[in-house]
Every structure is written in structure tokens, then in C-alpha cells.
């Protein structure tokens, strides 16, 4: 069965330093991976979606993520975290069809 | 702008009482989604629509339902058959399958007691 596994539920980090929170799925078949953002009682955004092509994805806010299928992860990185950087950011796959599956999540705290 | 509303933001009910949380989009999506958030659980599907007229389970669609009769609208009851209702409920809707991310509302926090 598909699963997306979130390797931390809470990340602290100091402001401008770099971030990388973890994100391991499970699945048998090409899967189409995304990162979500998630500020305090609002909804999801889209931070940066893999579909197929490069690698290495880059999204909005200075994120980026690189798919490795070997390892089958899709790690979120940040070279320089900002204090607004603050919030919960979700892992999520899908393999073609209409059901998504989302991580746990990870809470990012940038501390000044 | 396009995009999904929910209403309302929050929502306060006694036990035993059904309830109906709105959600409407304008992105011209066919399918819809409810999703509930749960500290620490990630998001879980309730209730998933393709389709007017149509809609499937999800994996935790017990004491909830639905209904799909018009493509932007999507309201999901909250019955007094579920268990722990208390939670925040996401609605998403998307143009397609898989390739498509999912377009989320702001929520619902509903609290019964």
C-alpha cells in the first residue's frame, strides 16, 4: 500500500540557517509527489509539485526538493530560513489516481 | 479570484446534533475532496468526489456524508453517528486525477461538546 513517511514532527531551526525536512513514500508504481504548506488555521498551499523531468524541483518562497527514486525520498530544502518561514509543511504522493496521500507533517519553527 | 470557501470558519455544536459544513468552489474543478486534520495525523479522506451525481468513500467516511449536486458545491454533514467529530475540516478540489494538486479551502474548525 502507498505511504508517505515525514522522518521529523518538529524542526527547529535559527533564522538564516539552512532546512531540510525529511520525506520517504512507499509505492510500487511512478508516483507524483508534492510539499504542502500550512500557516496556523488556514489551509494547505502549494509549495512545489514532482511530476516527472528533473529532479531537483523548485518552488515558491526560495524551497526546493530533489526526487530520488533509489532512495525513494523527496527531501524539502532551504538554503536560508526566514522567521515567516514558520509553519507545517506536508509531504503528500499520488500515483495517477484520484486519492492523495499525506505525510504526518513536520512543524518548522525558525527562532530568531 | 478563483477558489474554494468554506464556511463557516468555526462552528460550535452539542453532542448528538447533526451538522452541515459548506464548501463551495469557482475554479471550475470536477473533483472534490473533504480531508480531516488531526494534531499530529496528517490529513485524512473523508469523502471524494469525481463527479456530480457521484461520490466514493474515503478512508474514514464513517458518521459522514455527503451530497454532489452541483459541481462546485460539495457540503459535508457531520453526523451524530461519528464518534470524535471535534477536528478541522479541509475541502480541496482539483481539475483531474493524480498530476493535478489539490486546491485547498481555509478550513472549518468544528468543536462539539
Known amino acids: 500500500a502507498q505511504s508517505v513517511t515525514q522522518l521529523d514532527s518538529q524542526v527547529p531551526v535559527f533564522e538564516e540557517a539552512p532546512v531540510e525536512l525529511r520525506c520517504n513514500y512507499s509505492s510500487s508504481v511512478s508516483v507524483y509527489l508534492f510539499w504542502y504548506v500550512q500557516y496556523p488555521n488556514q489551509g494547505l498551499q502549494l509549495l512545489l509539485k514532482?511530476?516527472?523531468?528533473?529532479?531537483l524541483v523548485k518552488g515558491i518562497n526560495g524551497f526546493e526538493a530533489e526526487f530520488n527514486k533509489s532512495q525513494t525520498s523527496f527531501h524539502l530544502r532551504k538554503p536560508s530560513v526566514h522567521i515567516s518561514d514558520t509553519a507545517e509543511y506536508f509531504c503528500a504522493a499520488n500515483t495517477g489516481g484520484f486519492k492523495t496521500i499525506f505525510g504526518a507533517g513536520t512543524r518548522l519553527f525558525v527562532k530568531a | 479570484d478563483g477558489g474554494i470557501t468554506q464556511s463557516p470558519k468555526y462552528l460550535f455544536r452539542k453532542e448528538g446534533q447533526n451538522v452541515t459544513l459548506s464548501c463551495e468552489q469557482n475554479?471550475?474543478?470536477?473533483?472534490m475532496y473533504w480531508y480531516r486534520q488531526d494534531p499530529g495525523q496528517g490529513l485524512r479522506l473523508i469523502y471524494y468526489?469525481?463527479?456530480?451525481?457521484?461520490?466514493q468513500k474515503g478512508d474514514i467516511a464513517e458518521g459522514y456524508s455527503v451530497s454532489r449536486e452541483k459541481k462546485e458545491s460539495f457540503p459535508l454533514t457531520v453526523t451524530s453517528a461519528q464518534k470524535n467529530p471535534t477536528a478541522f475540516y479541509l475541502c480541496?478540489?482539483?481539475?483531474?486525477?493524480?498530476?493535478?494538486?489539490?486546491?485547498f479551502g481555509n478550513g472549518t474548525r468544528l468543536t462539539v461538546t
Open positions: 475554479l471550475n474543478h470536477d473533483a
Open positions: 514532482y511530476l516527472s523531468g528533473s529532479t
Open positions: 468526489s469525481q463527479i456530480v451525481n457521484d461520490f
Open positions: 480541496a478540489s482539483r481539475p483531474g486525477q493524480g498530476r493535478s494538486p489539490l486546491h
